[in-house]
């Protein structure tokens, strides 16, 4: 190892102040009420800030308060909620606080559901849904639903780059499959918010631009709820989606336990052409292929977390993930028409290929955190290990003709391929308060080891290896980061700062190719944001933010995966990471209003583009690193509610991209490719019941080009809509949605430039339609959504005791 870590680093700047409160829930007996509910909403705009459930002696306690003027609701089954406006200064106790009995309410418990909220920070946007109107379906559906996020073909972007998935503030290391299956079985109810990151404090890994860090709910009523749900979707093949959910809670044991079996048969049609060159710069041949995928897949995923509160000052969370997908198989069916130039006939040839897939991935995460004084000061300590396994096995079989269709010749070959991959992260975090300071530091180490191997057998006559194409390649990263951040609050600033070190190690061996690849780099990441609040409704931050990319681990296997003879994707062991810089303005006005203007510059960026080899007619497509790619952006969005019943957000983006390639095919010069986009948004959902049990989305986006390396895509406008019906008094919830409406979600990928002149469209099954149920059981009644914000509470029919 080059370097030794690391630096510790103490940055002497401030944060809000912390407080520790107590207090205890009182019948008019002066008995303490057993496990009472308390919730928080942070004033003047009522966002949900922290709840807890007292002791059995009705005794609350909150840690780490921040100061400020917050409504309290106190609330249990058989009285009436209570609410009181407090301002909150120092560590105090808040006394006893008195509730009536209502006997009714034990008869018939009147659920609510609240509005979403968005509480918006220096470095983040926060999507409040616990309990509210957008907690229906799972949270994949939640993702697409939440301001400044939005999915493309599995990959959910941020402000024009993809963003990195994190549960609890915990990463997931999932492909984009493995991810899509965990979000829809995943159920929306058991989301408390998502943060949508956009200048991630130094705690965060360095890795990505932006993040997505989805916090479940740890739940505020005690007991057992469950519940179980089915799904049937309906495009050119049926799928079907069925799991359960279960939720247990006591005064120290919180438990979420969740599994689900997802059996598909899926299609994708895929439309792709290339024209090839003559050395002169004239036209040689133009080849036509159309492709068609057919896979079946059955997936099983299982997730749990498990939250232990030890003591008042101890507590462990434990949480893991086990998704399985045996036995998938994908059969290929493609067919390539060659048309030379100035003929009127077409040779081609014929490309039968057929899959074999297994794979088996998981995590484990545990967690202890220990609270060190009255002060709020916490040590948290993280481990966790993830694993993936997987191998395939392609068969692929050529026929070729010529111009009168006559058979000219036959080529097949097998391959055989697996990679093992193992995470292991370590994690110390140590929190305090230093006066009006709040310092966040800690240290992690993370490896990363994976073995993968192909081997490639000529089939045509026999069975020969073929040690070309062939290869066991070992890779090995570690990383050692050590960080610190602070933030501060004064009365019209606040500052967040904070510098993450990571010192990278990294091998490479490529046996086939006799090739080890070494990197050893120490680099820093600072980030900072500075916000002004200007007056009661606008605010304005300034931020900075260093990141890197790190190349992912299938692109650096060097192997081939084929499509045909002639087109095929190479890994690339000679990647390095790519690093960015970016700088943003945004104006806030009553966290309604959100403006964002930002330039983002990207060297060596990584990204795969497609090279094709006008001497031998192949397509190679390969991950390489680009020059450069920069990105200047104004974006838009509001997000409210136009009357009781409708609420809307509304996003928008205008933005230039521009990008330089070597070309290696084109006589190793560089090239600039460019483009000017806008994005447009629109999410609607509209109850069309007074009791609020139907309700129906709408949801349309439009983006005119996007870049991707030298391919620009662009022109695509999905849509949906879907309807939400609660039935049997809440106990079960029924869905229907249409997506895709007008087709027009996918359009073609094109890359045009020099002697390279190529295109796809990949057309997968967007437009689909979908029926779910789930039906609840055990105490669901006494879920979250029996509390509702202060500003709600004039529409429900409880009785209230007002502020």
């Given at each position: 190892?080059?370097?030794?870590?690391?630096?510790?680093f103490?940055?002497?700047?401030s944060?809000?102040a912390?407080?520790?409160?107590t207090?205890t829930?009182?019948?008019?007996n002066?008995t303490?009420?057993p496990?009472?509910?308390v919730v928080t909403f942070?004033?003047?705009?009522?966002v949900f800030?922290?709840?807890?459930?007292?002791?059995?002696k009705?005794v609350?306690?909150?840690?780490?308060f921040?100061?400020?003027?917050?409504?309290?609701?106190?609330?249990?089954?058989g009285?009436v909620?209570l609410?009181?406006?407090?301002?909150i200064?120092?560590n105090?106790?808040?006394?006893?606080?008195?509730?009536?009995e209502?006997?009714?309410?034990?008869?018939?418990?009147?659920?609510?559901?609240?509005k979403?909220?968005?509480?918006k920070?220096?470095?983040?946007?926060?999507?409040?849904?616990?309990?509210?109107?957008?907690s229906?379906?799972n949270?994949?559906?939640?993702?697409?639903k939440?301001p400044g996020i939005?999915?493309?073909?599995?990959?959910?972007?941020?402000?024009n780059s993809?963003?990195?998935?994190?549960?609890n503030?915990?990463?997931?290391?999932?492909?984009?499959e493995?991810?899509?299956a965990?979000?829809?079985g995943?159920?929306?109810?058991n989301?408390?918010?998502?943060e949508?990151?956009?200048n991630?404090?130094a705690?965060?890994?360095a890795e990505g631009?932006?993040?997505?860090?989805?916090?479940?709910?740890?739940?505020?009523s005690?007991?057992y709820?469950?519940n179980?749900?089915?799904?049937?979707?309906?495009?050119?093949?049926?799928?079907?989606?069925?799991?359960t959910?279960?939720?247990?809670?006591?005064?120290w044991?919180n438990?979420?336990?969740?599994?689900?079996y997802?059996p598909?048969?899926d299609f994708?049609?895929?439309?792709?052409?290339?024209?090839?060159?003559?050395?002169d710069?004239?036209?040689?041949?133009?080849?036509?292929?159309?492709l068609?995928?057919?896979?079946?897949?059955?997936?099983?995923?299982?997730?749990t977390?498990v939250?232990?509160?030890v003591?008042?000052?101890?507590s462990?969370?434990?949480s893991?993930?086990?998704?399985?997908?045996?036995?998938?198989?994908?059969?290929?069916?493609?067919?390539?028409?060659?048309?030379?130039?100035g003929a009127?006939?077409?040779?081609?040839?014929?490309?039968d290929?057929d899959f074999?897939?297994?794979?088996?991935n998981g995590?484990v995460n545990?967690?202890w955190?220990?609270?060190?004084?009255?002060?709020?000061?916490?040590?948290?300590?993280e481990?966790?290990?993830?694993?993936?396994?997987?191998?395939q096995?392609?068969?692929?079989t050529?026929?070729?003709?010529?111009t009168?269709?006559?058979?000219t010749?036959?080529?097949?070959?097998l391959t055989?391929?697996?990679?093992?991959i193992?995470?292991?992260?370590?994690?110390l975090?140590?929190?305090?308060s230093?006066g009006n300071?709040?310092?966040?530091t800690?240290?992690?180490?993370?490896?990363?080891?994976?073995?993968s191997s192909q081997?490639?057998?000529d089939?045509?006559?026999g069975s020969?290896?073929?040690?070309?194409?062939?290869?066991?390649?070992l890779?090995?990263?570690?990383?050692?980061?050590?960080?610190?951040?602070?933030?501060?609050?004064?009365?019209?600033?606040?500052?967040a700062?904070?510098?993450?070190?990571?010192?990278?190690d990294?091998e490479?061996?490529?046996?086939s190719?006799g090739?080890?690849?070494t990197q050893e780099?120490?680099?820093?990441?600072?980030?900072?944001a500075?916000?002004?609040?200007?007056?009661e409704?606008?605010?304005?931050?300034l931020?900075?933010?260093r990141?890197?990319?790190?190349?992912?681990?299938?692109?650096?296997n060097?192997?081939?995966s084929?499509i045909?003879?002639f087109?095929?994707?190479?890994?690339n062991?000679n990647?390095q990471?790519?690093?960015?810089?970016?700088y943003?303005?945004?104006w806030?006005?009553k966290n309604t209003?959100?403006?964002?203007?930002?330039?983002?510059?990207t060297?060596?960026?990584?990204?795969?583009v497609?090279f094709q080899n006008?001497s031998?007619n192949q397509?190679?497509?390969?991950?390489i690193?680009?020059?450069?790619?920069?990105?200047?952006s104004?974006?838009?969005?509001?997000?409210?509610?136009?009357?009781?019943?409708?609420y809307?957000?509304l996003?928008s983006?205008?933005?230039?991209?521009?990008?330089?390639t070597r070309?290696?095919?084109?006589?190793?010069?560089d090239?600039?490719?460019?483009?000017?986009?806008?994005?447009?948004s629109?999410?609607n959902r509209i109850?069309?019941?007074?009791?609020?049990?139907?309700?129906?989305?709408?949801?349309?986006s439009?983006i005119?080009s996007?870049?991707?390396?030298?391919y620009?895509?662009?022109?695509?406008?999905?849509t949906s809509?879907?309807?939400?019906?609660?039935?049997?008094?809440?106990?079960?919830?029924?869905?229907?949605?249409?997506?895709?409406?007008?087709?027009?979600?996918?359009?073609?990928?094109?890359?045009?430039?020099?002697?390279q002149?190529?295109y796809?469209?990949?057309?997968?099954?967007?437009?689909?339609?979908s029926v779910?149920?789930t039906?609840?059981?055990g105490?669901?009644?006494?879920?979250?959504?029996?509390?509702?914000?202060?500003e709600?509470q004039?529409?429900t029919?409880?009785k209230e005791?007002g502020?």
């Open positions: 190892m080059k370097y030794l870590p690391f630096l510790t103490l940055i002497v700047l944060t809000t912390q407080t520790n409160l207090g829930v009182n019948s008019t002066k303490g009420i496990y009472a509910t942070k004033m003047p705009d009522s800030h922290k709840a807890t459930s007292a002791n059995e009705g609350f306690k909150f840690n780490n921040e100061q400020g003027t917050y409504t309290f609701q106190f609330s249990s089954v009285y909620p609410s009181r406006k407090l301002n200064t120092t105090e106790s808040l006394g006893e606080f008195i509730l009536e209502d006997t009714a309410q034990l008869d018939a418990v009147v659920l609510t559901a609240a979403p909220t968005i509480d920070k220096a470095d983040r946007l926060v999507f409040n849904v616990e309990n509210t109107i957008l229906v379906g949270t994949q559906n939640l993702l697409k939440t939005f999915e493309m073909e599995g990959t959910y972007m941020v402000q993809p963003a990195v998935i994190y549960i503030n915990k990463r997931v290391y999932l492909t984009n493995e991810l899509d965990l979000l829809r995943y159920s929306a109810d989301i408390k918010s998502v949508v990151i956009t991630p404090p705690s965060y890994d631009v932006a993040v997505i860090n989805i916090n479940t709910s740890k739940g505020i005690l007991g709820k469950g179980v749900s089915g799904k049937w979707t309906q495009g050119t093949f049926t799928k079907y989606q069925i799991g959910s279960h939720f247990y809670k006591n005064n044991l438990v979420y336990a969740n599994y689900n997802n598909r048969k994708k049609f895929d439309d792709s052409q290339i024209g090839f060159f003559n050395p710069g004239s036209r040689s041949e133009r080849r036509f292929t159309e068609e995928k057919i896979e079946r897949s059955a997936s099983h995923n299982f997730n977390i939250d232990i509160t003591n008042e000052k101890n462990l969370s434990f893991g993930n086990y998704s399985s997908n045996e036995n998938n198989d994908a059969s290929y069916q493609n067919e390539t028409f060659i048309l030379q130039e009127t006939t077409f040779s081609g040839f014929n490309t290929s074999e897939k297994n794979r088996t995590f545990a967690q955190q220990h609270v060190l004084n009255d002060k709020g000061a916490t040590l948290n300590l481990g966790n290990y993830i694993f993936t396994d997987s191998d096995v392609q068969n692929l050529s026929t070729f003709f010529d009168s269709q006559t058979t010749g036959t080529n097949s070959f055989d391929a697996f990679q093992e193992d995470i292991y992260t370590a994690k975090d140590y929190n305090t230093i300071y709040q310092l966040n800690g240290l992690k180490f993370s490896n990363v080891t994976s073995t081997n490639f057998f089939t045509d006559s020969t290896l073929n040690p070309a194409f062939s290869d066991l390649f890779y090995d990263e570690s990383i050692y980061a050590a960080y610190a951040q602070i933030e501060r609050n004064w009365e019209k600033w606040s500052l700062a904070g510098l993450r070190a990571e010192q990278t990294v490479g061996d490529s046996q190719l090739q080890v690849n780099y120490l680099e820093f990441f600072p980030n900072l500075i916000t002004n609040q200007a007056n409704n606008n605010s304005y931050t931020s900075y933010k990141t890197i990319d790190r190349p992912r681990y299938a692109d650096l060097p192997f081939s084929f045909n003879d087109n095929f994707s190479t890994g062991p990647l990471p790519a690093f960015n810089n970016k943003t303005i945004s806030n006005h209003w959100f403006v964002d203007a930002y330039f983002l510059y060297k060596d960026v990584l990204s795969e497609p006008n031998n397509l190679n497509s390969q991950s690193n680009l020059n450069y790619e920069l990105q200047y104004i974006d838009a969005a509001t997000y409210r509610y136009i009357n009781d019943s409708w809307t957000g996003s983006s205008l933005f230039y991209m521009e990008n330089e070309a290696v095919q084109s006589g190793n010069v090239v600039k490719t460019s483009t000017t986009g806008l994005y447009l629109s999410f109850n069309l019941a007074d009791n609020r049990t139907l309700s129906m989305d709408i949801e349309a439009y005119s996007l870049l991707f390396g030298t620009e895509w662009g022109g695509s406008f999905p809509i879907s309807f939400n019906k609660s039935l049997w008094n809440r106990r079960a919830q029924l869905t229907l949605a249409v997506n895709d409406i007008f087709k027009t979600q996918n359009q073609r990928l094109t890359t045009r430039y020099l002697n002149d190529n796809y469209l990949a057309l997968p099954e967007t437009r689909t339609i779910g149920f039906y609840n059981f105490n669901f009644r006494l879920e979250n959504n029996e509390i509702t914000t202060p709600e004039n529409r029919t409880k005791v502020l």
